[in-house]
């Protein structure tokens, strides 16, 4: 019942994106010959956590035009996802088209005539735990295997709120989620360079309680009961 719930409430990825793919594929040998330059590039997939990169390379792409035309075109608005390890979706919000990501990185561009969102707002719903929950039921719910990655296939099925952006309730609610995931990147950033443990627990405090305040938010689009509350957070710890 609760997986109809979440279906009648929501809107598939295959209805609004605009593309789904993959970063840019660079030989490990030729990444050792890369020069330092203005591109922000990302590695490795570990380096990417919730709500923070924990390691970005600046690079330059020299005079490889396959390389240039396939990077030109990652690095546009968008969120972008690692590998699938576990019960829990992990996305970043490149709201400026900043980065440039390892092909192991899953990027996805919505269509903003049909859903006309931040990227941030996305990345609050993903990293929330009800994607999560509805995509390893939906897809995953019989398989041993321990990682994947989110090709256009999986992420076809991920699921987004239904949202009325003409209505100014249903605005509100998206800006409320927007403003704590802002929040939500300063402090990630600010408990990275935390010099003190006074200053890491302050940090860890701020990110735990924005983290939970964004959840909240993301119930609430979902229309879910404490109940039902209970069921996916019980399901994804």
């Not at 993959?22 to 010959?33: F, M, Q, T, V």
């Not at 923070?52 to 608005?77: D, E, F, H, Q, T």
């Not at 990630?188 to 735990?208: G, I, M, P, V």
């Amino acid at each position: 019942m609760l997986l109809l719930k979440l279906q009648q409430q929501s809107m598939k990825v295959s209805e609004v994106k605009e593309a789904v793919f993959r970063g840019l594929y660079i030989p490990d040998a030729e990444k050792k010959k890369l020069q330092q330059g203005p591109i922000k590039f990302i590695n490795k997939v570990p380096d990417v956590k919730r709500y923070y990169i924990s390691c970005c390379k600046r690079i330059s792409l020299g005079n490889k035009r396959k390389w240039l035309r396939k990077a030109g075109a990652i690095m546009v608005p968008r969120v972008f996802l690692k590998v699938l390890r576990g019960k829990r979706l992990v996305a970043y919000p490149d709201a400026e088209g900043e980065y440039l990501t390892t092909e192991k990185l899953v990027n996805l561009v919505l269509d903003s005539s049909k859903y006309p969102a931040s990227y941030y707002f996305i990345c609050g719903i993903i990293n929330s735990p009800v994607p999560s929950f509805h995509i390893q039921r939906v897809i995953f719910g019989n398989t041993t295997e321990t990682s994947r990655v989110l090709d256009a296939v999986y992420l076809d099925h991920l699921i987004l709120p239904r949202m009325n952006f003409s209505d100014r309730e249903d605005q509100e609610r998206h800006d409320q989620v927007v403003t704590k995931v802002k929040a939500m990147l300063k402090a990630r950033r600010a408990l990275a360079n935390a010099q003190t443990d006074r200053d890491k627990a302050l940090y860890e405090d701020k990110c735990a309680v924005l983290d939970r305040q964004i959840d909240r938010l993301v119930y609430d689009l979902y229309g879910l009961t404490e109940e039902e509350i209970a069921i996916v957070e019980g399901a994804s710890a």
